[in-house]
């Protein structure tokens, strides 16, 4: 597998964002965008409806069962006005680093240095979009099926629905049952598309910095009395880079916010389905689990590499032959040290930085939550028997 060029990288990104109704480079919003966007608000705020009808301690496990769509449906819709609103600092964002990316495929032995990585966040964003399209088809398609099985077993028809959700008229007839099926159905899909498309945005981004950071810091470690005069160029490349990295964070760092606080209430919630659960539940909730942490481990793992990686250009200019350069080369190399000091890194709106130890921080918030849960469950009669 050969490295993929900058527009295979983004070419489902740019498809996603035509889809949605905001393309690349084209300051519009089109009509589709409103009717997709509307069509989830209402599917989130009947879900939101259904819960609420159920709080209570006896009903705590029909409400985690539907906790996990309404918070990624509700996760889904602000990442999104986040995404529309910032548009074109990600079009100007992604058509500097289609420069610096340029670059660096044209040099065999920069082109060397970064291949491994761009191979991994290649595959993975292709397998993080089959994941979510494999859940979210199990959540859609499989409420026929347990309706036919329903049938089968009792000669009664069981107007189920893909997800739980509260309207103004009744579902108990084959036409208003197909009118919400329909609605759930593309609400799901439309759901997935918003995420995964912010998600992997996201990782291909960060990575794109990540090499930038990566090859300037095997260019310093070359830097010798023959190419001393390289110095002051390398100066202008980091003050770019970290300028790109700034924009990076201003884009996400609410859609990161977004996920830490919803993360932790969607893996709490599952885990208590799993645990207190029918088996029938098991097969669901293990896939949106695993969407659900290959998410947040996604978004801390790239968020470390670029602490990293920043960090790496002041050890890289420190183990320079710095002691030979004259005195002004040695202050130029000063500078670069002194700035990589302070590491860039991605944050959830500033409060927290997201790393490997934000990941283990709202795992270690969904443990708190689910030994909440289990402490004030109260199962019903139906439920214990």
Same mark, same amino acid.
């Given at each position: 597998?050969?490295?993929?060029?900058?527009?295979? =990288?983004? $070419?489902?990104? %740019?498809? &996603?964002f035509?889809?949605?109704? @905001?393309?690349?480079?084209? !300051?519009?919003?089109?009509?589709?965008?409103?009717?997709?966007?509307?069509?989830?608000?209402?599917?989130?705020?009947?879900?939101?409806?259904f819960?609420?009808? $159920?709080?209570s301690?006896?009903? =705590?496990?029909v +409400?985690t069962?539907?906790a996990?769509?309404?918070?990624?449906g509700?996760?889904s819709?602000? %990442?999104?006005?986040?995404?529309?609103?910032?548009?074109?600092?990600?079009?100007?964002?992604?058509?500097?680093? $289609?420069?610096?990316?340029?670059?660096?495929?044209?040099?065999k032995?920069? %082109?060397?240095?970064?291949s491994?990585?761009m191979?991994?966040?290649?595959?993975?964003? /292709?397998?993080?979009?089959?994941?979510?399209?494999?859940?979210?088809?199990?959540?859609?398609?499989?409420? !026929?099926?347990?309706?036919l099985?329903?049938?089968?077993?009792?000669?009664k028809?069981?107007?189920?629905l893909?997800?739980?959700?509260?309207?103004?008229?009744?579902?108990?007839?084959?036409?208003?049952?197909?009118?919400?099926?329909?609605?759930?159905?593309?609400?799901?899909f @439309?759901?997935? *598309?918003?995420f995964t498309?912010?998600?992997? *945005?996201?990782? +291909?981004?960060?990575?794109?910095?990540?090499n #930038?950071?990566?090859?300037?810091?095997k260019?310093?470690? %070359?830097?010798?009395?023959?190419?001393?005069? #390289?110095? /002051? #160029?390398?100066?202008?490349?980091?003050?770019?880079?970290i300028?790109?990295?700034?924009?990076?964070?201003?884009i996400? #760092?609410?859609?990161? =916010?977004?996920?830490?606080?919803?993360?932790?209430?969607?893996?709490?919630?599952?885990g208590?389905?799993?645990?207190?659960g029918?088996?029938?539940?098991i097969?669901?909730?293990?896939?949106?689990?695993?969407s659900v942490l *290959?998410?947040?481990l996604?978004?801390?793992?790239?968020?470390e &590499?670029?602490?990293?990686?920043s960090?790496?250009?002041?050890?890289?200019?420190f183990?320079?032959?710095w002691y030979k350069?004259d005195?002004?080369?040695?202050?130029?190399?000063?500078?670069?040290?002194?700035?990589?000091?302070? !590491?860039?890194?991605?944050t959830?709106? $500033?409060?927290?930085? @997201?790393?490997?130890?934000?990941?283990?921080k709202?795992?270690?918030?969904?443990?708190?939550?689910?030994?909440? =849960?289990?402490?004030?469950?109260?199962?019903?009669e139906?439920?214990?028997?």
């Amino acid at each position: 597998m050969d490295v993929p060029s900058y527009d295979d =990288l983004l $070419k489902q990104i %740019k498809y &996603n964002f035509w889809l949605l109704g @905001i393309p690349y480079d084209d !300051p519009k919003i089109y009509i589709r965008y409103f009717i997709m966007y509307i069509s989830l608000v209402l599917m989130a705020t009947e879900e939101v409806l259904f819960i609420l009808s $159920k709080i209570s301690t006896e009903d =705590l496990l029909v +409400i985690t069962q539907l906790a996990p769509c309404s918070c990624i449906g509700i996760l889904s819709l602000l %990442k999104m006005v986040c995404l529309t609103v910032k548009r074109k600092k990600i079009f100007s964002l992604t058509q500097s680093l $289609k420069v610096l990316y340029v670059n660096i495929i044209n040099d065999k032995e920069k %082109k060397d240095v970064i291949s491994g990585n761009m191979k991994v966040v290649s595959t993975l964003s /292709k397998y993080f979009f089959v994941l979510n399209v494999v859940l979210v088809s199990v959540y859609n398609f499989s409420t !026929p099926i347990f309706i036919l099985y329903d049938y089968i077993t009792t000669q009664k028809v069981n107007y189920k629905l893909p997800y739980q959700v509260i309207v103004p008229f009744r579902t108990d007839t084959w036409a208003t049952w197909l009118v919400i099926y329909i609605h759930s159905v593309l609400c799901g899909f @439309i759901c997935v *598309l918003y995420f995964t498309t912010v998600d992997v *945005l996201y990782c +291909i981004l960060s990575s794109q910095i990540c090499n #930038n950071f990566t090859i300037l810091s095997k260019e310093l470690l %070359k830097i010798n009395k023959n190419n001393v005069t #390289n110095v /002051k #160029n390398i100066i202008m490349q980091h003050q770019h880079i970290i300028r790109l990295s700034e924009e990076l964070e201003d884009i996400f #760092n609410l859609p990161n =916010l977004f996920n830490v606080l919803v993360g932790s209430v969607e893996i709490c919630a599952l885990g208590f389905n799993l645990t207190m659960g029918s088996l029938t539940q098991i097969p669901g909730c293990v896939l949106f689990l695993s969407s659900v942490l *290959l998410q947040i481990l996604m978004m801390s793992v790239f968020g470390e &590499n670029l602490i990293r990686e920043s960090q790496n250009i002041g050890d890289a200019a420190f183990s320079c032959e710095w002691y030979k350069f004259d005195a002004k080369t040695r202050k130029f190399i000063l500078i670069i040290i002194t700035r990589a000091h302070k !590491p860039q890194k991605l944050t959830a709106y $500033k409060f927290s930085t @997201i790393s490997y130890g934000s990941f283990s921080k709202i795992i270690s918030t969904s443990w708190s939550y689910f030994t909440i =849960l289990k402490t004030v469950y109260k199962p019903s009669e139906s439920n214990a028997i």
